[in-house]
């Protein structure tokens, strides 16, 4: 609905209730006025003119309705609607259903507030005397029933297009939300309303003849006219109860009969908050109720008939398989008797091989003595090597300490040729001197002869002293030479100690390894010694197992026969089964046949 249709509906509702209010209720009352109160043709102009100042001033009741509607049909805009969720939705059907008997308050204050208002602007042209003013007082008895029941009647047909619409047709709403008024009590107040219009006008013009106030002969015309605007009302308050009743019957009698056509997707629109509406709410509801029973019973038919084509081939293939099985059968039979045969051959087999593994159990223990000797001889072993290794490193130790001794000797030996040459040096020395000595005892001569012959004597001394420091320098050389000879000796020798310490480790390594693995082989051999008795247990075991299985496939063999009976009993039975499958597609058929005359 866009801002168009609303105003349109807007304006329907308001120009046809003033309709009612401005040509129907308004001339009933104002002439049954002048009919009661006598008024003559000045009185009367002055009372017309009076309720027309008073209903165009009531108007304003009018546009306050005019405005509240536009509040409520707002939400039914697309820019609204589909923005709002289920319960808002709701909400907006439920204020839409109750607006005709809110409307019950805006023309209550709008005459309300009309009556007094006309019998005040009288007074601007005469004085209404007590007489005159007394059927003012019986107005709302005379227009309330009536205007109200009409009113009600309208703004609920008004509103049948929205609620027969498909935005709102099918949204669900709160019963304990909507203002129920039932059929007993429409039906009821439009027959007192009708009924109150006449006792009330008729009884008041009758008190009044029989009392005297008025003469009806002198308001011939306005009570004449005052009887044919009330036959009016009452034709119109009975058109439309009648109306509204008719409307929800023929919305059932379409529904019904869309529904025995086997259309199930129609939906009885809620037009009106009577017992028809909340009947239209349940039908609703059955027929949806029934619309997803008519679908699962569709859906199942068609599983069923799809399960009983699916029956009808497991029946028929499950019927070639027990053919085969009773096939296989006879086959089974005689290998049992293959297998009885084997298991015989079996346990000869278990006797040979107990003997086998006992005597293997005896070789494994000779072999584990020997094991354990051999290990015995590598822990000797080990511990002489380690002994060895000791000794290897004393000597390496040893031999490191002459070798330092040895270079203390060279380096002292160094220091001897040192002082040799020094000797040489002073030798060198005292030739020089002597041959001083001897060239100052020429110059002195007889005097120096004595002298000279100490020159020759310590010449001599230190040619000889020469002589000595050249034989030492000798000797020198060779110990130096034997010291580096035997310093060199030394360490090769050290050498050979540390490759014998080196080589002593690795066959240390070694022995330690082969020490390991030996004791990897006792507990081998423990675990094989273990096994082998356990293989001799299992073939006790074996040999009495297998006199159990012959005695079991004789048993075997009695059951396949019962089986091979079993079989072609089965095979009866799944030859019924494949029938009845084929029975049961037939009725599957004729079951989606008969509801797919439903429409869902």
């Known amino acids: 609905m866009n801002h168009a249709e609303s105003r349109k509906l807007r304006w329907k509702l308001t120009v046809g209730l003033e309709l009612l209010t401005s040509i129907l209720a308004v001339p009933l009352a104002v002439l049954f006025v002048i009919s009661a109160g006598g008024y003559d043709f000045d009185q009367s102009i002055a009372l017309i003119v009076g309720s027309t100042i008073a209903l165009l001033c009531s108007y304003i009741v009018p546009g306050v309705r005019f405005f509240v509607l536009g509040r409520i049909l707002k939400d039914l805009k697309d820019s609204r609607w589909f923005n709002l969720n289920s319960q808002q939705k709701t909400l907006v059907k439920t204020k839409i259903l109750n607006f005709p008997v809110y409307n019950t308050f805006f023309y209550l204050i709008q005459w309300s507030l009309g009556i007094p208002f006309t019998w005040k602007f009288m007074h601007l042209f005469f004085t209404p005397t007590f007489l005159e003013s007394i059927p003012f007082f019986f107005l709302p008895a005379i227009i309330y029933p009536i205007l109200g029941v009409s009113h009600f009647f309208l703004a609920e047909s008004t509103f049948v297009d929205i609620l027969e619409s498909d935005r709102l047709n099918e949204i669900e709403t709160d ?9 007993h009590t429409r039906i009821f107040s439009t027959i007192a309303a009708i009924a109150t219009l006449p006792i009330v006008i008729l009884g008041y013009l009758l008190f009044e003849e029989t009392s005297g106030w008025v003469k009806l002969g002198d308001i011939t015309i306005p009570l004449i006219l005052t009887l044919i605007f ?50 239209s709410r349940a039908l609703n509801e059955f027929v949806k109720r029934l619309r997803i029973i008519v679908k699962s019973v569709m859906r199942e038919a068609n599983k069923l008939s799809e399960s009983s084509k699916v029956l009808g081939e497991n029946t028929r293939e499950l019927s ?139 010449a001599k001394l230190g040619e000889q002293t020469q002589d000595n420091a050249k034989r030492i320098t000798a000797a020198i050389s060779e110990a130096l030479s ?24 690795t066959t240390l390594d070694r022995v330690s390894e082969v ?86």
């Open 482 to 505: 034997a010291t580096r000879s035997g310093r060199e000796v030394i360490e090769s020798t050290q050498t050979v100690f540390k490759r014998i310490g080196d080589t002593v480790a």
């Open 515 to 600: 020490a390991t693995l030996s004791d990897s082989q006792l507990l081998a051999s423990e675990q094989v010694k273990s096994a082998f008795t356990e293989l001799s247990r299992s073939s006790d075991e074996i040999r009495n197992h297998t006199q159990e299985q012959a005695l079991t496939s004789t048993e075997f063999s009695k059951t396949i026969g019962s089986i091979s009976e079993t079989t072609e009993f089965l095979n009866q039975v799944v030859n019924e089964i494949d029938d009845l499958a084929g029975k049961l597609n037939g009725q599957a058929g004729k079951l989606k046949s008969e509801v797919e005359f439903f429409k869902t």
């Open 175 to 183: 019963s304990s939300q909507i203002i129920t008024i039932g059929v």
């Open 230 to 279: 009330m036959l009016i009302a009452v034709a119109v308050a009975s058109y439309q109860l009648s109306s509204t009743i008719r409307r929800n019957s023929e919305n059932m009698i379409r529904i019904f009969g869309e529904m025995s056509n086997g259309s199930l997707t129609q939906v009885l629109p809620m037009v009106s908050s009577d017992e028809l509406g909340s009947n």
């Open 320 to 458: 070639k398989k027990m053919q085969d099985q009773a096939a296989s059968t006879e086959e089974m039979s005689s290998g049992v008797e293959e297998i009885t045969a084997s298991i015989q051959s079996t346990a000869t087999r278990a006797d040979g091989q107990t003997q086998i593994a006992k005597k293997a159990q005896k070789s494994l223990i000779d072999l584990e003595e020997r094991i354990r000797q051999v290990h015995t001889a590598l822990l000797e072993t080990k511990t002489d090597a380690d002994r060895m290794k000791t000794e290897t490193k004393s000597g390496e130790y040893a031999l490191f300490g002459t070798q330092k001794a040895m270079e203390a000797i060279e380096e002292s030996t160094a220091k001897m040729g040192a002082t040799v040459n020094v000797i040489k040096e002073i030798t060198d020395r005292i030739g020089l001197l002597s041959l001083n000595a001897a060239i100052e005892a020429a110059r002195a001569g007889e005097a120096g002869k004595g002298f000279a012959v100490v020159a020759q004597e310590i």
